[in-house]
């Protein structure tokens, strides 16, 4: 029904395909061993004036080869998209690697953040999906990359039974009729209405600008530039519970800096500012 899109990293997608492989290839390396070990030794004279045995396994490329098509056909099956590596991608890559910026974790040696190297591409994949329209959900296990895409304001996900779950609910609202005058339905993710877009960016951006002010100073503030305070009060709220904000009762404290200071370079942001200027 076009409500949700599924994407995969070249990279995330590659590390799965050849990590099968070699476990194919190491369990296939063990039975070869095993079917050896049976026609030895002591073993052999069980065998012995017995038919020659026959195990026919297959072979590497073969498996390989076949796991590109097995692949293939899943992807298309089930209309997952691939996010290619571009040359624009590589540059970005490479330079959260050489700055140790997320997910990189800037405090290891040099040696040890190259085995990152990969999330750093799929980082950098994910960061083209968030400017698409509608919630962006990532299943990651990796403890620093989940960091990283939290931090660029995904939903995370560290099993696939709760994003599933998750989509369920998204995506069981019952979508309303067309209006008498053939209006378009309203969608899911316009349940809240036009009056609180932005509001949660703004909250946190304003916050981070003003330098964690005084609750009623902030909500003041926001009032005079044109932001219902209720709103701006209940979002407040909700940032405290989805825990992007502690409410100390009387300030609003980031609990993610990167976050906050993203907030506070937003388009929406800057133009509240001018007007609380």
């Not at 085995?115 to 083209?128: M, Y």
């Not at 990651?140 to 994003?163: N, P, S």
Request: proline fraction near 5%.
């Amino acid at each position: 029904m076009g409500s949700l899109k599924l994407y995969i990293p070249h990279i995330a997608l590659e590390e799965l395909r050849t990590h099968l492989i070699a476990k194919h290839e190491d369990l296939a390396h063990s039975i070869r061993a095993d079917f050896d070990k049976l026609q030895r030794s002591d073993l052999g004279m069980l065998i012995d004036g017995l038919p020659p045995p026959v195990l026919s396994l297959w072979r590497k490329d073969e498996v390989v080869r076949n796991s590109e098509a097995v692949f293939a056909r899943f992807l298309e099956d089930n209309k997952i998209e691939v996010i290619p590596i571009s040359i624009e991608d590589a540059t970005d890559a490479w330079k959260i690697y050489f700055n140790a910026d997320p997910p990189f974790d800037p405090n290891q040696e040099r040696e040890d953040r190259r085995k990152d190297i990969p999330d750093s591409w799929i980082f950098v994949a994910a960061q083209g999906i968030k400017a698409k329209r509608g919630r962006h959900c990532a299943l990651v296990a990796d403890g620093k990359l989940k960091a990283a895409l939290e931090g660029a304001g995904f939903e995370i996900y560290d099993d696939v039974e709760k994003l599933d779950n998750a989509v369920e609910i998204a995506t069981s609202v019952t979508r309303p009729k067309l209006t008498p005058d053939d209006e378009a339905p309203i969608q899911l993710d316009e349940l809240r209405g036009a009056a609180f877009q932005d509001i949660d960016v703004i909250v946190l951006g304003v916050n981070e600008a003003l330098n964690t002010p005084a609750k009623a100073a902030l909500f003041s503030a926001l009032e005079r530039a044109g932001v219902d305070r209720a709103i701006a009060e209940h979002e407040a709220q909700t940032l405290v519970l989805s825990g992007r904000l502690t409410d100390t009762g009387s300030h609003l404290i980031p609990t993610n800096q990167t976050l906050s200071r993203r907030a506070m370079g937003t388009d929406v942001v800057t133009k509240i500012l001018l007007k609380i200027i």
